[in-house]
């Protein structure tokens, strides 16, 4: 099949509407669309890893996450559908998580692994997601993570992916029905 | 008014990105002529989750695509309402790949 570059463009122009926004300091916003759950053991079921660990630090960094089609799909148009790969950096804070128990995959305790958020801080310019930032530093989590090759892990999504853990207990997220107590230990 | 230019303000790119969201609406400036945006479609995670919930990939993709044109209107995410709208997280996008009137009010609220 033709390996052309797919790219639609738009010029939006939405006539009648006042600008409302006065944003007084540079920003650029993510809104993500991501899948969600219907109970913790769904989102058990779709983590590559789930694993209790530490944010011992945090780093905001520009990272491109286009991944090239692999072999297998270079020709499935549903998984490739633009042909060549186009780079697009996104800001990212990377967390690095010492893990203490790992509830599901493959990962030794107190090994450390990388886990992604969208957003951040970065030369002046503030990266925005609705839900922010979630993960902070010296605080415990449980958490439920996606794996790639070659690029830090995410969180399934930002809501019902993370569980604080504080004396030895779990709780849940702001807005997160999932019931907590579902989560797994080890 | 949606017209194609070959220098645009606005672009729409799909291809396979290593993270979990299946689109993301990216913007900066104003809420007028001056707001640039991307819209990124994640074949990867919309491939896989058509696979495991069933619907056409058509209507995964459609769903995706309105849900973040409605961040063009800026309609936010997950609106605390218990009635049905494209701008909330599901297990399943395909089974809603238009607008709701809870949206169409949303926007014309917001304009």
Not at chain 1, 22 to 44: H, K, L, M, R, T
Not at chain 2, 23 to 47: C, E, H, K
Request: with cysteine.
């Amino acid at each position: 099949m033709p390996r052309t570059a797919l790219l639609i463009a738009l010029v939006v122009a939405l006539s009648g509407c006042s600008a409302s926004t006065g944003a007084a300091q540079q920003e650029v916003f993510y809104n993500a669309a991501y899948p969600a759950y219907a109970s913790v053991s769904d989102i058990g079921a779709a983590a590559d890893l789930v694993i209790e660990g530490t944010v011992t630090s945090s780093e905001v960094r520009e990272l491109d996450i286009v991944m090239a089609p692999s072999d297998g799909s270079s020709e499935d148009p549903k998984l490739n559908p633009g042909g060549e790969a186009q780079a697009l950096p996104m800001v990212y804070t990377v967390h690095t998580v010492r893990v203490a128990n790992v509830i599901k995959g493959k990962i030794s305790t107190n090994a450390s692994i990388e886990v992604k958020e969208l957003g951040g801080l970065l030369k002046g310019t503030l990266y925005r997601t609705s839900e922010g930032v979630v993960l902070k530093d010296q605080k415990v989590y449980v958490m439920y993570l996606k794996t790639y090759d070659g690029s830090p892990a995410t969180l399934l999504n930002p809501l019902q992916a993370a569980y604080p853990v504080e004396n030895g207990k779990v709780s849940a997220l702001p807005g997160n029905t999932l019931p907590p107590g579902d989560v797994p230990r080890r | 008014m949606i017209t194609k230019s070959s220098s645009p303000k606005g672009k729409i790119y799909a291809q396979q990105y290593a993270d979990g969201w299946y689109g993301l609406y990216v913007y900066s400036g104003a809420r007028d002529s001056s707001r640039t945006f991307t819209i990124q479609l994640n074949a990867r995670t919309i491939a896989a989750a058509q696979k495991s919930y069933g619907g056409t990939f058509k209507n995964w993709v459609t769903a995706i695509f309105v849900h973040e044109l409605g961040h063009g209107l800026s309609l936010k995410d997950n609106p605390s309402t218990s009635s049905s709208t494209i701008m909330k997280y599901r297990t399943n996008w395909s089974t809603l790949t238009k607008p709701t009137s809870y949206d169409t009010t949303d926007v014309n609220n917001i304009y």
